[in-house]
C-alpha cells in the first residue's frame, strides 16, 4: 500500500505545473496572498484596513486607531554583515518599521522583536544588534515590549512587528489621492542606493584581496570619509517621525500616502494604483543630494535613475490639495514634485529636457525579479 501511495504521488508531481514566483513578481505574489486571506477578514469586525497599505488598521476605540505593521530582514537579501555593524542593523531594523507606522500619519508604540541566529554570531554582537534596536526606539518613543528566538540554518533572521496609534480623523492610506493634489515626497531620494554601491564596492575589494591572501586593512572605512553621508543614507536611515508631528501639528492630513522603500516610481505607483489616478511629476524637482550626485558619477550610473527605482530611502511620499501648496512648501524638507491627474493619463514624468517619460515601466525594487 505504501509503495502504491508513492507512486501515486509520482504521478500527481508529474502533472502538476509548477510556476516560479519570478514569473509574477513580489507584487504579484502579495496580490495572490491576498485574495486568500480575504476571506478571513470579517471575523474581526474592528479592522478597517487589512494587506494592501502600509498597516493594518484596527479600531479600539470610538475615536481612536491602532495600526500595526510588520518587516523581515533577512541576510544576504537585506544586509550583508560584511559592510553593516550589527548596531547599525538593529537601529535600521526598528526604523524601517517606524517608516511604515509614519506612512499611514500616526505614530509608533510598541515593538515585538523575533530573530533567528546561526551559530557564527556571538553573544556580543546579539547585544550589540539589540543595543541597537533600544537606541533608535528611544528615539521614537516606543517600547520593545517582546518577541522571540531561534536558531537559524540560513543566516541572521529580524522580524519586528510593531503597533502605532492615531486619531481616527488623522489616518491616512495610500488612497485617497484627488486628480489635482500636489505630489509631496521628503528628504532626499537616491542616497541609499548610492551608499549600497560604495560599500558593495568595499566588499567585492575585500573578497578580491582575500582571495589572493594579500592584506586587508579593516579600518579602510575611515577612508571612505566622503562617502559618510549615502553610507549614512544606506546603514542608518531615519524615519520621517518628525514630517507626522508637522503634519499634526499644522492639522494637516494628506489625502494619500506611502513611505519610499521601494523607490518613488514603484512606491508611487501602489499609491496611485489604490487611488485609481495617474501622476505628473517633474525630475528637476525631485530631490538629489550632491553626494548622490558625485557618487553616480563615479560609478557612471544615474542619481535619478536611483531616486526613482533605488529604494530604500524611507521618506514620505504624500499627496495634498492643492490650496496648501504654501503651507507644506515653507517647510525646508518637503519638496512639491508633481500633481495627480485623471487615471487616463498614467504616471509620466518630464525630464530636464522637457520630454515625457512613462514610469509606469521602470518599476522599482522587486525580491522575485
Known sequence: MTGRRFRLNLNLRKNMSFRPISEIGEFGLIDRLTRLAGPTLGSTPGLLEGIGDDCAVYRPGPSLLE????????????????????????????????????????????????????????????????????????????????????????????????????????????RGARPGDLVCVTGTLGGAAAGLRVLQRERNLMMELLAGNEPYDRNVMVELEEYAGVIRCQLLPEARQDIVHFLHGKSLVPTAMIDVSDGLCADLGHLCGRSSVGAHIR????????????????????????ALSGGEDYQLLFTLPRELHETVSAH??????????????????????????????????????
Request: net charge negative.
Open 283 to 306: 525630475e528637476g524637482s525631485i530631490p538629489v543630494q550632491p553626494q548622490t550626485r558625485m557618487v553616480a558619477d563615479e560609478f557612471q550610473e544615474d542619481a535619478i535613475t536611483w
Open 332 to 369: 525646508r524638507d518637503v519638496s512639491v514634485i508633481g500633481e495627480i491627474t485623471p487615471p487616463g493619463e498614467g504616471i509620466m514624468m518630464t525630464d530636464i529636457f522637457g520630454m515625457s517619460i512613462d514610469l509606469a515601466a521602470l518599476g522599482g525594487f522587486d525580491h522575485f525579479r
Open 67 to 174: 495600526v500595526a505593521t510588520t518587516d523581515l530582514l533577512l541576510e544576504n537579501v537585506h544586509f550583508d554583515l560584511l559592510t553593516t555593524p550589527m548596531h547599525h542593523l538593529g537601529s535600521k531594523a526598528i526604523s524601517v518599521s517606524v517608516s511604515d507606522i509614519c506612512a499611514m500619519n500616526a505614530l509608533p508604540r510598541y515593538a515585538l522583536v523575533s530573530i533567528a541566529v546561526p551559530r557564527n554570531i556571538s553573544v556580543e554582537m546579539v547585544e550589540a544588534l539589540y543595543a541597537g534596536m533600544c537606541h533608535a526606539a528611544a528615539r521614537y518613543g516606543l517600547a520593545i515590549a517582546g518577541g522571540d528566538t531561534s536558531f537559524s540554518h540560513a543566516g541572521l533572521m529580524i522580524s519586528v512587528a510593531m503597533t502605532g496609534e492615531v486619531a481616527e480623523k488623522q489616518l491616512t492610506r495610500r
